[in-house]
T-cell receptor, first 114, second 113 residues
Framework: AQSVTQLGSHVSVSEGALVLLRCNYS??????LFWYVQYPNQGLQLLLK??????LVKGINGFEAEFKKSETSFHLTKPSAHMRDAAEYFC????????????FGGGTRVLVKP | NAGVTQTPKFQVLKTGQSMTLQCAQD?????MSWYRQDPGMGLRLIHY???????DQGEVPNGYNVSRSTTEDFPLRLLSAAPSQTSVYFC????????????FGPGTRLTVL
């Protein structure tokens, strides 16, 4: 069975500082991994996804994530936080190329301080 | 192109009442699913469908029914609402080919008293 662990339910960063959100996964087969963002009172929007091509994946809004098989990790980073990055971020995994059933982590809420 | 739409946006029910959450997509996606979001637990899969006439259970199916009579619509039914079903419900859809992005609707916030 697949599972996702996100370390830290809340992260506070200063505007302009590095954003680092941690995600570790468990999967019995090569996984496909996703990061979604949820702005207040909205649905989820895809930031980026890993589908077994390049291990460093670039997404929207300046975010990127690196797939590390040896560490079973898929951490999300952004070099310089903006106020608009304040949101909740979810890491998710799916098994198999169909990518139908997503298993989500518990989410990390990011607060950006001016 | 509206994407994935959900109605209603908010709903308050009393214990034991029934209701249907509506979900529709206009992207001709074969795959549709329902998730519930609870604090600290992320989103959990309730039911999903890989095409019209085909549905299956996800991680937390108890208390919910679904059907898929058309490609566009995937309603979620609560037959007898319970306080434990207080949550935010999201519908999602994706195309069949490859590991495609799942597109999420704006959600329905349900409170069961």
């Amino acid at each position: 069975a697949q599972s996702v662990t996100q370390l830290g339910s809340h992260v506070s960063v200063s505007e302009g500082a590095l954003v680092l959100l941690r995600c570790n996964y468990s999967s019995s087969v090569p996984p496909y991994l996703f990061w979604y963002v949820q702005y207040p009172n909205q649905g989820l929007q895809l930031l980026l996804k890993y589908t077994s091509a390049a291990t460093l994946v670039k997404g929207i809004n300046g975010f990127e994530a690196e797939f590390k098989k040896s560490e079973t990790s898929f951490h999300l980073t952004k070099p310089s936080a903006h106020m608009r990055d304040a949101a909740e971020y979810f890491c998710a995994v799916t098994e198999g190329a169909a990518g139908n059933k997503l298993t989500f982590g518990g989410g990390t809420r990011v607060l950006v301080k001016p | 192109n509206a994407g994935v739409t959900q109605t209603p946006k908010f709903q308050v029910l009393k214990t034991g009442q029934s209701m249907t959450l509506q979900c529709a997509q206009d992207m001709n996606h074969e795959y549709m699913s329902w998730y519930r979001q609870d604090p600290g637990m992320g989103l959990r899969l309730i039911h999903y469908s890989v095409g019209a006439g085909i549905t299956d259970q996800g991680e937390v199916p108890n208390g919910y029914n679904v059907s898929r009579s058309t490609t566009e619509d995937f309603p979620l039914r609560l037959l007898s609402a319970a306080p434990s079903q207080t949550s935010v419900y999201f519908c999602a859809s994706k195309g069949r080919q490859g590991v495609n992005t799942q597109y999420f609707g704006p959600g329905t916030r349900l409170t069961v008293l």
